[in-house]
């Protein structure tokens, strides 16, 4: 389980939910960790110290992804204090439903900065630390390829962007040995979205193949694989680990 021995991986938005568990399975595969919190300084030093508890190096950055300048101030700061940037896993995002009618343009402005914007700045930032070998990971959506009920238009197409741009990079980063793909959670348990809700039971009675929701250890797993040695010819992929949901 040491296959990121010694590598510097900066995660944003790694305080809690999907987040943490990537946060958590880095630090136990050998990875110095750093990440970015919005709030709740608690939960993020309790995380800091679940990971330092594997041996290895965990800092917490407080940043608002929406803030473009907030989003470059962590890459700069993890490679001064790790010596350096590996793996980049965009994280951070932030999820506005509501009907078109009435959907305010300040939450459609604020979901394009925080799920697409500070996916870009953050990777422009990093690759400019990165060598051959690099990995930058998003946490993307099913819903980019599926949008089964009403009020997501805009969250999903703030993920539909995230399919391009990996293609896209893959191409510009590919020729430094950098991979760039997303990963593309279904229903996981966490705290914005717990598998104990009407919402939930509906979901897993009409839409899902596999009748429950995922966990958030589950999705750090497929993070630590492409972040490892052995996706290294994984690259402008978007991978649905998602029970089914897209099936």
Not at 12 to 30: D, H, M, W, Y
Not at 216 to 233: D, F, I, N, Q
């Amino acid at each position: 389980m040491n296959s990121l021995k010694n590598k510097r991986a900066l995660i944003t938005g790694g305080s809690r939910g999907i987040g943490a568990a990537i946060v958590k399975r880095l630090a136990s595969e050998g990875a110095h960790v750093a990440f970015t919190y919005a709030s709740s300084p608690d939960r993020a030093n309790e995380t800091v110290k679940t990971a330092q508890a594997f041996g290895v190096q965990a800092v917490a950055i407080q940043a608002d992804s929406a803030d473009a300048s907030a989003v470059v101030a962590p890459v700069e700061r993890t490679v001064t204090e790790l010596g350096g940037i590996d793996i980049l896993v965009n994280n951070a995002g932030v999820l506005a439903f509501g009907p078109i009618d009435d959907f305010k343009l300040t939450d459609f402005d604020r979901t394009l900065a925080v799920n697409v914007r500070a996916v870009f700045v953050a990777t422009q930032a990093a690759v400019k630390h990165m060598k051959e070998g690099g990995r930058i990971i998003n946490i993307g959506s099913c819903n980019a390829e599926r949008m089964p009920f009403q009020g997501g238009a805009v969250y999903a197409m703030s993920k539909s962007a995230l399919k391009g741009l990996v293609q896209g990079l893959a191409r510009d980063l590919g020729p430094r040995g950098i991979t760039i793909n997303n990963v593309q959670p279904g229903p996981i348990d966490t705290d914005m979205n717990p598998d104990n809700s009407e919402f939930a039971d509906m979901l897993k009675k009409q839409v899902m193949a596999l009748p429950r929701y995922g966990t958030a250890e589950e999705v750090a797993a497929m993070v630590a694989y492409l972040a490892g040695p052995e996706a290294g010819y994984v690259t402008g992929a978007s991978l649905n680990i998602d029970g089914g949901f897209n099936a």
